[in-house]
């Protein structure tokens, strides 16, 4: 069964997304690391202050094309729920690797970032060596994937800059259109058909495709977008969580 929640507010949070008071101004890496620790001890981090990690070109975009912390590290919690500490996840579509920076942070995962743009591979490196946390980022697209090695795969509504004006995409260093859009969500929907029973998925704004009929939707939980978990199979994992919630 399925549950609409919805959106939590994060022990600690100001309501306003503002730093809490207190919080570290990250401008040394003494201060960065301050917040790779108070993500991994569960405590808030605001955006603002995560993203002072970026270049400010990366800052800029970051409210319309990265996940907010708080929505990292429940998609995260949602991947990895009832695996060990060796499984895998993978973001399609890493950016500048905030999504996948938090969930290194705060999940017990090996994470692995595909991102097609080479210029954010190395932006999302330096952040991850900046904060100290070890994420795989590599630049290639799907095609370049195993999905019989993935446990968990999150989707921030990667290809949906295909259909964005040229003023709302992050650059024009790729190739963007709607023939790219429409590969890209084809071979999304046919890396999730050949996944292994029990891979979860978090889409996060959808993908822009439709999920194949042998996924479940476990849970979904409004945020500033929806959030939503797919468990391939039929296996019982989404019993936990949704036990969690009640
Ligand atoms: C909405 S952003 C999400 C970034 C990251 N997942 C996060 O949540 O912070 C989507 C990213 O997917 C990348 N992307 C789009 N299509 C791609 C493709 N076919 N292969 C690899 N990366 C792609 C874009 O360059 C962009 O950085």
Same mark, same amino acid.
């Given at each position: 069964m399925m549950r609409v929640l919805p959106r939590r507010q994060s022990p600690g949070s100001a309501a306003n997304g503002e730093p809490s008071p207190g919080a570290p101004a990250a401008s040394s890496p003494r201060d960065l690391r301050t917040i790779t620790r108070t993500l991994q001890s569960g405590g808030s981090v605001a955006d603002r202050e995560f993203d002072e990690v970026f270049p400010s070109e990366i800052r800029r975009v970051s409210k319309a094309h990265w996940t907010p912390v708080e929505v990292a590290r429940r998609a995260a919690e949602l991947l990895t729920d009832g695996h060990g500490a060796d499984s895998t996840i993978l973001d399609i579509g890493a950016g500048a690797g905030k999504f996948c920076i938090v969930a290194a942070a705060t999940a017990l995962a090996r994470v692995r970032g595909i991102e097609h743009r080479e210029s954010l591979v190395d932006v999302a490196r %330096?952040?991850?060596?900046? &904060?100290?946390?070890?994420? *795989?980022?590599?630049?290639? %697209? &799907? @095609? #370049?994937?195993? $999905?019989?090695?993935? *446990?968990? &795969?999150?989707?921030?509504?990667? +290809?949906?800059?295909?259909?964005?004006? $040229?003023?709302?995409?992050?650059? #024009? /260093?790729?190739? &963007?259109?709607? *023939?790219? +859009?429409?590969? #890209?969500?084809?071979?999304? @929907?046919?890396?999730?058909?050949?996944?292994? $029973?029990? %891979?979860?998925?978090? /889409?996060?704004?959808?993908?822009g495709g439709s999920m194949p009929g042998d996924y479940v939707l476990t849970l979904r939980e409004r945020w500033s977008s929806v959030l939503e978990l797919w468990v391939k199979g039929h296996e019982r994992a989404d019993a936990p969580l949704l036990r969690r919630q009640a």
């Open positions: %330096t952040a991850a060596s900046r &904060l100290g946390v070890d994420v *795989d980022f590599v630049r290639g %697209t &799907l @095609e #370049d994937e195993d $999905p019989s090695v993935i *446990d968990g &795969l999150y989707l921030f509504n990667p +290809f949906a800059e295909n259909l964005c004006s $040229p003023r709302d995409r992050v650059d #024009d /260093t790729v190739e &963007l259109n709607l *023939d790219r +859009f429409w590969r #890209d969500v084809a071979a999304t @929907e046919r890396f999730l058909r050949a996944a292994r $029973p029990g %891979t979860r998925v978090v /889409t996060y704004c959808g993908f």
